[in-house]
């Protein structure tokens, strides 16, 4: 059974930093590729920061590039990102996600709120 388990979240002043962690289990971590997402009350859910196991390729969003940074330690099983330079706009559920053998796997999110 894939699990992911999102935390680290919390109550932040506008442009202090934030470190969230995801503990991924119940799959093979040969190819894949793991993420974040974020979800803002009223708005869809966006991509914010992703990197595949095979080669280490990172993505991130425009709206994050130069603030917030992935992470993955191949030899366990936890995903961070560290996120600095917070905004209210910043403020959202941030989820986990995986993408292995076709399939996308959610965890159950961890809030986010940026005070302005």
């Known amino acids: 059974e894939v699990q992911l388990v999102e935390s680290g979240g919390g109550l932040v002043q506008a442009g202090g930093s934030l470190r969230l962690s995801c503990a991924a289990s119940g799959f093979t971590f040969d190819d894949y590729a793991i993420g974040w997402f974020r979800q803002a009350p009223g708005k869809e859910r966006e991509g914010v920061s992703c990197?595949?196991?095979?080669?280490?390729?990172?993505y991130y969003a425009d709206s994050v590039k130069g603030r917030f940074t992935i992470s993955r330690d191949w030899r366990s099983n936890s995903l961070a990102l560290q996120m600095s330079s917070l905004q209210p706009d910043d403020t959202a559920v941030y989820y986990c996600?995986?993408?292995?053998?076709?399939?996308?796997?959610w965890g159950q999110g961890t809030q986010v709120t940026v005070s302005s």
């Open positions: 996600k995986v993408r292995w053998r076709g399939n996308d796997y």
């Open positions: 990197i595949s196991s095979s080669d280490g390729v990172t």
